[in-house]
């Protein structure tokens, strides 16, 4: 009887926070359209105003480093912030985060940061519902709510609600997937998906040759690449740690940080290309899967700039500059393969990212509800090899992985 009582408790709490995720998704997609809007309209004014408007990174830097130095507190810890909270180590995650966040990754846009949205995105999720979850009287309900928060987040910005579900509940610990938290993860994934496209956000897609069926001849090939994309998500992660801790021990100092690379990233971005390195990198996924012109050296830009505005302090993300990386690497590798270029780009697109944030079942579900289900097996092989090539490397540092057993025991490191 103890345990049937223990069971229907159980799978009232699921199904409790499962419709509470619903309202909350709804809010947090309509955060993110907002978000998402105010970026693509800070876009085109800076596609428009690229020399007026770069120069003034350092100075923008120096000022949104100000900011979170003044009454950011924790803030500025980024992703760090959610995954101890996650791991309950008394992490609090303050409101004051979803302004901020907005309005930093908004500025570096503007003044041509190369920088994604997917952090910012997914940290204003989590936000979000980790407020609500920690009010609520049910068992694990705030880590619950804070990745389906997360899955709401991702989401709500890119309108790809598998590949958010499976992003949130395996992002944490590489090598384990949150199932407990599935049934929330789903609710508030979709509603976020529908409420930020209600409200006007577009997913991304592309159109791809016909699916040439399980060839062995491209499964090799698709192989290949996997091993090359692995390793180039996995050193981005790498050198991003790498340069994150450099720069804070070299200058400890967040605004002159902010200020010295902000100096040298508007020189840069200027003078390579006139701000084509600048913002996400959605410029160079479009050119990618639309023939347009690219340069053998695009992703190599791209890759190191990224690097330098995200270690600065810059706000907004990785993800789609890595969606950017691993499209145009793609395209420069294909002839070598033997691949469609927009084939072998959809691939980089997927496998980099799922590299270099250490995941396999995101990527896998971004190329199919990004360039269609038919190319799954595929997407498959490329996430899966990629991931296997990372050098176990994630561009969150508080990610734990997985060890599975030693000794007749369960092991996890971080």
């Known amino acids: 009887m103890h345990g049937l009582i223990k069971t229907i408790s159980h799978y009232k709490d699921v199904v409790l926070l499962g419709f509470i995720a619903i309202p909350v ?4 997609g309509a955060a993110e359209a907002l978000f998402g809007r105010g970026l693509e309209e800070i876009t085109g004014i800076r596609e428009k105003f690229t020399f007026q408007l770069t120069p003034f990174l350092p100075l923008a830097g120096m000022l949104i480093a100000y900011t979170y130095f003044r009454i950011g507190k924790n803030c500025a810890k980024g992703m760090s912030i959610l995954f101890s909270a996650a791991f309950n180590e008394k992490e609090n995650i303050p409101m004051r985060l979803v302004p901020l966040l907005m309005g930093s990754t908004w500025i570096t846009h503007l003044l041509g940061g190369s920088a994604g949205r997917e952090g910012a995105a997914v940290q204003i999720g989590g936000t979000m519902a980790y407020s609500v979850g920690k009010h609520l009287n049910t068992s694990n309900a705030s880590r619950i709510m804070l ?112 200020f010295i690379a902000g100096c040298i990233l508007s020189v840069l971005l200027l003078v390579l290309h006139s701000g084509r390195y600048s913002g996400s990198g959605e410029n160079l996924i479009a050119a990618s899967f639309s023939g347009e012109k690219l340069y053998i050296y695009d992703w190599i830009f791209k890759f190191l700039l990224t690097i330098l505005t995200m270690s600065a302090g810059f706000q907004g993300g990785e993800v789609t500059p890595l969606f950017s990386i691993g499209a145009t690497l793609g395209a420069v590798i294909s002839p070598v393969l033997g691949l469609p270029a927009e084939f072998a780009s959809a691939l980089g697109f997927i496998a980099v990212f ?61």
């Open 25 to 28: 998704g709804i809010a947090v």
């Open 147 to 258: 990745i389906a928060g997360m899955a709401a987040g991702f989401s709500g910005m890119f309108q790809t609600p598998l590949a958010a579900i499976f992003f949130a509940m395996e992002v944490l610990t590489a090598g384990v997937v949150e199932y407990g938290a599935l049934f929330p993860c789903i609710t508030a994934s979709f509603a976020a998906c529908y409420t930020s496209h209600a409200l006007g956000l577009e997913k991304f897609t592309a159109n791809l040759p016909d699916s040439p069926g399980l060839s062995t001849y491209f499964i090799l090939k698709t192989a290949l690449s996997g091993i090359l994309f692995g390793i180039t998500g996995g050193l981005f992660a790498y050198a991003l740690n790498l340069s994150r801790k450099y720069f804070g021990e070299r200058i400890r100092n967040p605004v002159l940080r902010i």
């Open 354 to 414: 799922g590299a270099a944030t250490n995941t396999i079942l995101a990527p896998v579900f971004v190329g199919a509800e990004v360039f269609g289900y038919d190319y799954l097996p595929y997407f498959f092989i490329v996430s899966a090899v990629a991931y296997v090539f990372n050098g176990n490397k994630s561009i969150y540092s508080c990610q734990r992985i997985w060890n599975g057993l030693v000794n007749g025991h369960t092991a996890e490191q971080t």
